[in-house]
């Protein structure tokens, strides 16, 4: 059968039953997060008010060459990785990548996500074998762009969405 209702269920009923035991308690979010269910609040701003915040006259540009080595390694670090990840991918999926593609589009969102001051990004298995069972084709573009949606419209609402999931949910998601 399809995974799709499964997963459904595994991921949003755990949530509504959190909710709807914490209003059974009446409980309000604030006592909840007191309580240690929710992380600590994060502010809510317009996305483009954040950029105000960055001042590159502050920069040591001395300890950017001081940490070039350690940079160069992590470059080769993260490469290794990647090519290790795609090969587990292939395995998988049993689909062939092309590899020197694959390195030129990660290398494109990691420069983006630099730029943009977010953490490095990189495939993942268990979600390329998650997406091929759920959608069952391999060259599908839709799950891609829901999740790009989903993001942008999450990061240009400037709604902080982590403020209403609780801990255990979001340690479900790693």
Same mark, same amino acid.
């Given at each position: 059968?399809?995974? #799709?209702?499964?997963?459904?269920? $595994? ?6 039953? $959190?909710?709807?035991?914490?209003? !059974? ?9 007191? @309580? !240690?269910?929710?992380? &600590?609040?994060?502010? &809510?701003?317009?996305?483009?008010? +954040? ?8 920069? %040591?540009?001395?300890?950017? @060459?001081?940490?070039?080595?350690? *940079? #160069? ?6 490469? #290794?990785?990647?090519?290790? +990840? ?7 999926t /049993?689909? /062939?990548?092309?590899?020197d593609? &694959?390195?030129? @589009?990660?290398? $494109? *969102?990691?420069?983006?996500?630099? #730029?943009?001051?977010?953490s490095p ?9 998650? %997406?091929?069972?759920?959608?069952? %084709?391999a060259v ?16 240009? @609402?400037? $709604?902080?969405?982590? %403020? ?7 340690? !479900?998601?790693?």
């Amino acid at each position: 059968g399809s995974p #799709i209702p499964v997963f459904i269920i $595994f991921l949003f009923c755990p949530l509504a039953l $959190f909710y709807i035991v914490l209003a !059974g308690m009446d409980m309000s979010l604030d006592e909840a997060r007191h @309580s !240690g269910w929710f992380m &600590e609040k994060y502010g &809510e701003a317009a996305f483009y008010k +954040k950029w105000n915040a960055v001042s590159f006259s502050m920069t %040591n540009t001395s300890a950017l @060459s001081s940490a070039m080595p350690t *940079m #160069i390694t992590t470059w080769i670090i993260t490469t #290794i990785d990647l090519l290790l +990840k795609m090969a587990g991918i292939r395995r998988v999926t /049993e689909i /062939e990548l092309d590899y020197d593609q &694959e390195i030129k @589009s990660t290398g $494109f *969102m990691n420069l983006l996500s630099g #730029i943009c001051f977010s953490s490095p990004c990189y495939p993942q298995m268990k979600w390329s074998a998650l %997406n091929l069972s759920i959608i069952r %084709n391999a060259v599908d573009r839709m799950p891609g762009l829901i999740t790009t949606f989903f993001n942008a419209a999450l990061y240009f @609402s400037s $709604f902080a969405l982590v %403020n209403y999931l609780p801990r255990f949910f979001l340690s !479900g998601l790693l």
